[in-house]
């Protein structure tokens, strides 16, 4: 069976067009949709310390909704029903990657906000405590003093959200983004080479995985705060708790 | 008018039904030192975070320079924090910055310095407390005295009318209680107005002007130290400072 695995078309189809847009496009969609699953994940786990009752609903509402549909029917949710219940989005402009970066942003924030919850919650209370008494105020503690430490501390989960993401832009083949599991079926179909076409798939998708996770140790070094942290790496940072989300 | 650079009246303060401080009263001259002793439970690290404003008091008022702060919304409130310094038992050093950035935080953060002119002075003080070669460590690679010294250099180069020190030393390995004790009583020799919740009773007695007793919340004896150790009134204090010797 192995034998009949042609190289010459596994890299024609490595180094085709396509493949190259499509990864791109994956990547893409990964990075914009993480960005602003932070931001808004970031105002959710506010939200969710907030002494407002309303406010906490608010978030519990998101978190249910978004953590309890599946990712799947989200994107097609929002590329084929959403025009129907507001017309805005049935011009032109509601492109298919807006489509997928919306619903995949929106989806993320929710797991995002539970990690970076418990990141802040991880920082020592005597921190905002210690920025008080020097006169500082709320956000000018939380950006000088907790964030900073929180996101030593949400870095490795923040990874493992950025490879969740990549795989999940797979999804956005079924509503005809042209990302890189598209490029490979569409090659696979018209040629009937399916070992050959998906191989160069997979072999795209461990590429930005490795490169990830070199950035992420880079990242963490960044983030620890002792001189020698920065030659070697800290022991350990403490865990933050996995939101287990494979079957996303 | 009063002289007293900080004082409380009256002071009462619950948390969850539990009354911690039942009517505290005290008050604080330039250049005094007043040491607060107790057990634990007694409401002292309470009374001290009120005093720092960093809780709001149910009745009564926290005064400095004869201001009412106590009553002051949370927006104003925060300016104020930083005319009354507060050194904490387990430091709380901003574990992300070095001892220099400590330092610099509440000038540029509060204070609205420029970098170069906060550097200057952060560096000052942190000769003051004999650790200008640790400027560039951060928390984690100091020792806990050292971490306490810069604590002290962080809250006193706000230049505030008063310090507030909550058992700075017992959290201390014994070797390392001195160097903190010792930039303490420098302190008190250059003329800070001082709270110092501690039960270093040998620092108490050289140091402090007075050295009050709290129990259940109420502050039951204050007297000079001579005075205090040698013939306490109170039965509670002669029980207290029989257990701590």
New interface residues.
């Given amino acids: 069976m192995l034998a009949s695995f042609d190289t010459h078309i596994f890299w024609e189809a490595l180094s085709s067009k396509p493949y190259r847009t499509g990864a791109l496009l994956a990547l893409e969609l990964t990075l914009v949709s993480l960005a602003a699953a932070c931001v808004i994940g970031f105002f959710l786990a506010l939200g969710r310390g907030s002494r407002s009752r309303a406010v906490r609903a608010i978030v519990f509402l998101y978190n249910w909704i978004f953590r309890a549909t599946p990712t799947l029917l989200q994107l097609i949710f929002i590329w084929y029903a959403l025009p129907q219940l507001w017309p805005v989005f049935a011009g032109s402009w509601f492109k298919v990657f807006l489509a997928a970066f919306i619903a995949l942003s929106l989806n993320e924030a929710a797991y995002m906000s539970e990690i970076i919850r418990a990141g802040l919650l991880s920082v020592?209370p005597?921190?905002e405590?210690?920025?008080?008494?020097?006169?500082?105020?709320r956000p000018?503690i939380l950006l000088?003093?907790i964030i900073?430490?929180a996101v030593?501390i949400i870095i490795p989960p923040i990874g493992n959200e950025f490879i969740t993401l990549l795989k999940l832009t797979s999804l956005a083949s079924v509503i005809s983004l042209h990302e890189l599991l598209t490029a490979s079926q569409v090659r696979a179909t018209a040629t009937f080479r399916y070992q050959e076409a998906y191989s160069a798939a997979i072999v795209y998708y461990l590429a930005i995985v490795s490169v990830l996770m070199i950035l992420q140790s880079q990242l963490e070094k960044r983030f620890t705060?002792?001189?020698?942290g920065r030659r070697r790496r800290r022991v350990a940072a403490p865990a933050v708790p996995a939101v287990s989300h494979d079957a996303r | 008018m009063t002289d007293a650079v900080l004082r409380a009246e009256g002071v009462h303060k619950s948390y969850d039904g539990l009354e911690v401080l039942r009517g505290v009263s005290l008050e604080v001259g330039r250049g005094e030192v007043k040491v607060i002793i107790g057990p634990s439970g007694s409401g002292k690290s309470t009374l001290l975070r009120c005093l720092a404003l960093l809780e709001p008091v149910d009745s009564g008022g926290v005064f400095l320079d004869d201001a009412h702060l106590s009553g002051l919304p949370e927006k104003q409130l925060a300016a104020h924090r930083s005319e009354v310094g507060m050194v904490f038992q387990r430091f709380n050093l901003f574990q992300n910055m070095t001892a220099l950035a400590n330092v610099m935080c509440g000038l540029v953060e509060v204070r609205r310095l420029k970098k170069r002119e906060a550097r200057e002075r952060a560096l000052e003080f942190l000769d003051r407390v004999g650790l200008r070669d640790k400027a560039n460590q951060y928390p984690e690679e100091l020792s806990g005295g050292q971490q306490q010294r810069v604590a002290i250099a962080r809250a006193l180069v706000m230049r505030p009318k008063a310090m507030l020190f909550d058992e700075p030393t017992s959290a201390l390995d014994v070797e390392l209680v001195r160097e903190v004790l010792d930039v303490m009583e420098g302190l008190a020799r250059d003329g800070m107005t001082m709270v110092v919740v501690s039960h270093e009773l040998r620092f108490a007695h050289s140091v402090a002007s007075s050295i009050l007793m709290m129990d259940e919340g109420r502050v039951i004896e204050e007297a000079a130290p001579d005075t205090f150790f040698s013939s306490p009134s109170h039965e509670r204090t002669r029980r207290f400072l029989a257990l701590v010797e």
Avoid: I, K, Y
């Fill in positions: 020592d005597g921190q405590l210690a920025g008080r008494a020097l006169g500082m105020t000018r000088r003093v900073p430490q030593r705060w002792s001189s020698a």
